[in-house]
């Protein structure tokens, strides 16, 4: 293949300890791409791919990231080789301390974490947790003055309670939030029923718009459904968004697999080899 997007995300592990019904994480709908996982001396390898194509702009994930043994090795390697590129972090918070929290502020990485629901917390991870650890976690941050970004995904079991869930965010501290609605993709496959339509996903907006300032930056993710991918009609017809832009993957941004190969777009299953 040619040179790497400046934009990659790197899916270091597929390994998870939530099961949000919501994941768009596309090896739930094909494992094949997330096996054989590479290992620390694969990912270097990647990283030094990367530097090699000029990428500067990094997102190390998931799965969930901090369940991978080697990643605070993996960092330090991707900051020796690619001194220069902007690293950052995305975590569900579960394995996140404090002590890792100043490391990654003394490394000059960027963190970014999902806040699934308040009242459906648990439901929306799959998990006996509760959302107080998050906010918690977003206020320290906030108080070591280390931006944390917030993700959001609204589905139907959390639609009534999407401005709370973002006023909670920003008053926590978050740096940033994204607001996005469930994608047809991954785990959320199997979980359709709980997407929003159009009409409802245009309404949650609304909502938040008509909220008092708080200062945070925000943002919305209007994509229902990919269409990097081949997609049924009955999806499109349901989902697919009459005025969206063509989509710049695999040109603006792309995507490492767990096993190594590249991915044009975060929610497509094609793939190919990377040379490495």
Not at 30 to 35: E, G
Not at 58 to 82: I, R, S
Not at 133 to 162: C, G, H, M, Y
Not at 212 to 238: M, N
């Amino acid at each position: 293949m040619s040179g790497l997007p400046r934009q990659l995300t790197l899916e270091l592990t597929a390994k998870c300890n939530f099961r949000c019904p919501y994941c768009y994480c596309v090896w739930h709908e094909d494992p094949a791409l997330a096996k054989p996982a590479l290992d620390f001396a694969g990912w270097c390898r990647v990283l030094d791919r990367c530097a090699a194509d000029g990428v500067d702009d990094l997102l190390f994930t998931g799965g969930e990231v901090l369940l991978l043994k080697d990643l605070l090795k993996l960092l330090a390697y991707a900051q020796k080789v690619l001194p220069g590129a902007r690293l950052a972090l995305f975590t569900n918070g579960s394995r996140m301390t404090e002590p890792l929290l100043r490391r990654f502020r003394k490394q000059g990485v960027y963190l970014t974490t999902s806040l699934q629901g308040l009242r459906t917390y648990q439901e929306m991870t799959g998990t006996r947790r509760s959302f107080k650890r998050q906010l918690a976690l977003i206020a320290r941050a906030a108080e070591l003055k280390w931006p944390f970004a917030v993700s959001i995904t609204i589905t139907k079991a959390n639609r009534d309670e999407a401005a709370d869930l973002y006023a909670a965010a920003a008053l926590s501290g978050a740096s940033s939030i994204l607001v996005a609605a469930m994608m047809a993709e991954g785990r959320g496959r199997d979980h359709l029923d709980l997407m929003l339509t159009r009409r409802e996903w245009e309404r949650v907006k609304r909502e938040i718009r008509a909220l008092p300032s708080t200062g945070v930056p925000y943002s919305f993710a209007d994509e229902l459904i990919c269409t990097c991918r081949p997609q049924p009609k009955s999806l499109l017809r349901r989902f697919a968004d009459p005025n969206r832009t063509p989509c710049p993957a695999g040109r603006a941004f792309g995507v490492i697999s767990p096993n190594g190969t590249f991915r044009a777009c975060l929610h497509t299953l094609a793939a190919r080899p990377l040379e490495v």
